[in-house]
């Protein structure tokens, strides 16, 4: 099978970290991921309005490249995740948005959401599964004990991402057990972050980013994983000092984990405990 | 001026997209919601205003400018409204006028250069046009 991947703008540039670490260990785990060419910013939020088409062509670009390059779309960006699958259910389901879109773009063979958009760690889960997963890891991250930052858009509306359980999602936990660590269970795990509001309202962001930590803290979590670099972002740069935990890709840890080094260092890393 | 306002109603409810008159006002989505202590209108109310087309009350609100598009209340609504979408409606139909952008980039020229790329297009996607 072919994983084409969707990197997306900020793993392009200051992400890095999460991209580069994913395509080393989707190549060592059996799934390289292959670029999708000419991809453009997927718009970062899901545009709602029935009415906003040209805010779904670029990820219907995606949608529609993939689909001609064997159906199957990879990408890490829980942003990213959240508009390809949306966007991808709009085209399945919704009459009026799918002619518009294929009359705009022109497509030959009428696109009606034949792609099938995964996140990485749903092709970890369900591809490779993280029973083989724990085997092939080399270096367990034994005594780690970590909580899986969810979010929104991981999660949220469920119906349509069908990724985890919104309200008590288990695979990042699966996911860190199978690493070795010892998963953290948190109440505010699947919390918002405020996202772009660290833009617009910086103080409410910060406030939210306490109350996160807080709970984290208070389950003795002492490192945090998530999947989306405004969540990192804000987890780090909107923290109290007396508050700051590291922060990690997931996909850090899993390159830590099967003994591979890649480019990008993560930032603060070895600081817990 | 009664079939503009009704005019304008409507549009709004074709922008939100989600079916208001489902919605049994059991407060769930504002219950759940993480800045519902910042909202002048809870999302209950948002989604109770447009289905009576109180144009006016809806229209000065500032809650649509406090939602930060979770999804946590059309996740946990029992009758699949999505008080989201109403909150992006107001969005669009403020936005969407000539010369009544929300954030002044001009700003962006302190902005933290650390900050990733997606919050920026957020802003620029959620409030302005």
Excluded at chain 1, 223 to 238: E, F, G, K, S
Excluded at chain 2, 5 to 34: F, W
Aim: proline fraction near 6%.
């Amino acid at each position: 099978m072919l994983y084409n991947y969707y990197p997306g703008c900020t793993l392009s540039t200051k992400a890095k970290a999460l991209d580069q670490a994913a395509r080393a260990c989707a190549a060592k785990l059996g799934f390289p991921l292959v670029e999708l060419p000419e991809w453009q910013c997927c718009g970062a939020v899901y545009p709602l309005a029935p009415d906003a088409i040209a805010e779904r062509l670029g990820a219907a670009r995606a949608l529609i490249s993939a689909r001609d390059k064997g159906g199957v779309l990879v990408t890490l960006c829980s942003a990213c995740h959240h508009v390809l699958k949306r966007v991808n259910d709009d085209l399945a389901r919704d009459e009026e948005i799918r002619n518009k879109v294929n009359a705009y773009l022109e497509v030959k063979e009428p696109y009606q959401g034949e792609t099938k958009v995964l996140h990485f760690l749903e092709v970890l889960r369900d591809q490779v599964g993280f029973a083989k997963l724990a085997q092939l890891v080399t270096h367990p991250l034994t005594g780690r004990k970590i909580g899986a930052y969810y979010g929104c858009m991981l999660l949220r509306p469920s119906k349509v991402l069908a990724f985890d359980d919104p309200e008590n999602p288990q695979l990042l936990e699966n996911f860190l057990q199978a690493l070795g660590a010892t998963p953290v269970r948190y109440g505010m795990r699947n919390e918002c972050c405020t996202g772009y509001m660290a833009v617009t309202n910086p103080g409410l962001c910060k406030q939210m980013v306490g109350e996160i930590l807080r709970s984290a803290r208070d389950e003795e979590a002492q490192a945090l994983i998530t999947a989306c670099p405004l969540c990192r972002y804000n987890l780090v740069a909107n923290a109290a000092p007396e508050q700051k935990v590291p922060v990690y890709y997931f996909t850090e840890l899993l390159a830590q984990a099967l003994g591979l080094q890649t480019e990008a260092a993560p930032v603060q890393a070895g600081g817990e405990g | 001026m009664v079939d503009k306002v009704q005019e304008q109603v409507e549009a709004l409810r074709r922008l939100a997209h989600t079916p208001l008159q489902d919605c049994i006002q059991c407060g769930r989505c504002s219950a759940g919601c993480p800045v519902a202590f910042k909202m002048d209108l809870l999302p209950h109310r948002v989604v109770w205003e447009l289905a009576q087309g109180n144009l006016e009350t809806l229209l000065k609100a500032t809650a649509p400018w406090q939602c930060v598009s979770c999804f946590a209340c059309q996740n946990r609504c029992p009758r699949g409204v999505s008080p989201a979408a109403v909150m992006e409606a107001l969005r669009l139909t403020a936005i969407r006028q000539q010369g009544a952008n929300k954030y002044d980039a001009a700003q962006l020229e302190h902005f933290d250069p650390e900050l990733p790329q997606q919050a920026l297009v957020a802003v620029f996607r959620k409030f302005n046009k």
